[in-house]
């Protein structure tokens, strides 16, 4: 049975599901830039939850929405419609071009899709029947600004999730800052914003033309697409606070149940030591892992080193290992021959039961590698089971590299000069060799190359 590590409780738990069943909503992208590798680390937790409940026999449903509208950058601005105007085109182009590209990562990382990623832009009438349904039970008040608002102190367990409890939170905290004043409360948030100089990505609504808060559109979209139980919630750690705490107490409110069994946080990744930031310049996108030659596979793998949970460093160091190791893998897989029989192995399955110790199962791949014991065609049999959860595509043919007519030459010549100990030359040769992309060792049967 899997078992994860549930951020309410602090403790790891058994996922059971319900009736075989499994319900699960991920927090998605906004849409208005690539997806970093960070966001990707995240978007990977809810791929590798689904991929190790189905290996214990759960059927998985899961929903990851698609932030296209409400996630401020500032309190005036949204993300969005900032990015519309650095790129001078319409705000739901912008949304769509970084949908698309979202989609294309994900296939790229071997995330599997998810069932349905309804768009917040689209999910508004939802968002203003929760909202009035809200208002009508005493949740949430209209400011004296014209702005929806949720009244915090209605909900009493407030803060279950992150421990910021209501009476700790002193004003200050970057809440909505303009909007200190026009609230009953400083920890109150906006579910519905009154639209006033803004004139794109605005709805009518019963309280006058506007747009939605972020928080709302995770409810809205939780209960209808995914139902009035929510056995799984996946995000980021970041989100916990306030994000999520918001959406509990919208949607508790909205059920009144507790409408989410399992809160599960996926721990940051850093680069290079630092946290990944624009300010910090040190934003790594998939795309610029491709271009460094390097199978975008090698992220997933590095990802996989480090536990969900526990913060990660990736560095072009460890990226490039990884690409060698993969490589490696799919020969040894290869070697094995071409069978698709999957063989379990005890320790890899419990690994991944065991609160996604991916790591653990990775150095298990290691030591039946090193193995001498083990035939090949076993190796590949075990190997091809451990692959169904992690994704690293094993059984994808070894690169054959085929030498350019160029290379042919240069390698011939340089076999020349090294006979006449023509050594400057050799050196001249292989610079030029290693520069079209090969690899160049000489050993004591001359030289070879990679
Ligand atoms: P966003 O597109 O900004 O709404 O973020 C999408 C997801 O990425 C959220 O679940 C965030 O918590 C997550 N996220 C943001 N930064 C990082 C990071 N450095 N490492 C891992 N996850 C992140
Ligand atoms: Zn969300």
């Not at 995240?42 to 189905?54: K, P």
């Not at 690293?392 to 076999?415: C, I, N, W, Y």
């Not at 030029?432 to 992309?437: F, N, P, V």
Request: proline content about 3%; overall charge negative; some cysteine.
């Amino acid at each position: 049975m899997l078992r994860l590590y549930e951020t309410q409780s602090r403790e790891v738990v058994d996922i059971v599901g319900n009736d075989g069943l499994l319900r699960m909503y991920c927090c998605g992208p906004t849409v208005y830039r690539d997806a970093h590798v960070g966001n990707l680390r995240t978007f990977l937790l809810s791929d590798l939850i689904s991929r190790v409940a189905q290996a214990s026999g759960l059927r998985v449903q899961l929903v990851q929405n698609i932030t296209d509208v409400g996630h401020m950058a500032t309190d005036f601005e949204d993300k969005i419609l900032a990015q519309s105007k650095v790129e001078a085109i319409d705000p739901f182009e912008i949304a769509k071009k970084y949908e698309a590209r979202f989609h294309k990562d994900l296939q790229r990382l071997n995330i599997l899709p998810a069932d349905l990623y309804p768009r917040a832009s689209e999910s508004i009438e939802l968002m203003i029947s929760a909202i009035e349904k809200l208002i009508a039970n005493g949740f949430a008040y209209v400011g004296v600004d014209g702005n929806v608002y949720f009244d915090a102190q209605s909900f009493p367990t407030y803060g279950a999730i992150s421990g910021n409890r209501l009476d700790s939170l002193k004003p200050g905290h970057r809440f909505d800052a303009s909007e200190d004043g026009a609230k009953r409360f400083h920890a109150d948030w906006a579910l519905w914003k009154i639209a006033g100089d803004r004139s794109q990505m605005v709805w009518e609504t019963p309280w006058g033309v506007g747009y939605p808060g972020w928080h709302i559109e995770c409810s809205a979209m939780s209960l209808a697409y995914v139902g009035q139980s929510v056995d799984l919630h996946v995000g980021g750690i970041d989100l916990r606070f306030p994000h999520h705490e918001n959406e509990r107490a919208q949607s508790n409110a909205l059920t009144g149940h507790e409408t989410v069994t399992h809160w599960i946080h996926g721990e940051h990744l850093l680069f290079e030591g630092r946290k990944m930031s624009k300010s910090a310049g040190n934003v790594v996108l998939l795309q610029d892992v491709i271009d460094r030659k390097l199978d975008p596979l090698a992220t997933r793998f590095t990802f996989l080193e480090n536990r969900y949970r526990s913060q990660m460093d990736l560095s072009w160091a460890s990226l490039t290992a990884a690409h060698i190791t993969l490589k490696r893998w799919r020969r040894l897989v290869a070697d094995g021959g071409t069978g698709i029989a999957v063989e379990k192995d005890r320790e890899v399955e419990e690994a991944f039961f065991n609160d996604l110790d991916t790591p653990r199962a990775l150095q298990r791949l290691r030591t039946i590698e090193k193995d001498a014991q083990i035939t090949a065609q076993r190796k590949r049999a075990l190997f091809l089971y451990a692959d169904q959860v992690l994704g690293l595509d094993l059984d994808r043919a070894p690169e054959k590299v085929v030498l350019t007519g160029e290379q042919v030459t240069l390698l011939e010549s340089r076999a020349e000069a090294r006979a006449k100990k023509d050594f400057a030359e050799s050196d001249r040769l292989r610079a030029q060799l290693e520069a079209s992309g090969l690899v160049i060792n000489d050993g004591p049967d001359g030289q070879s190359w990679s």
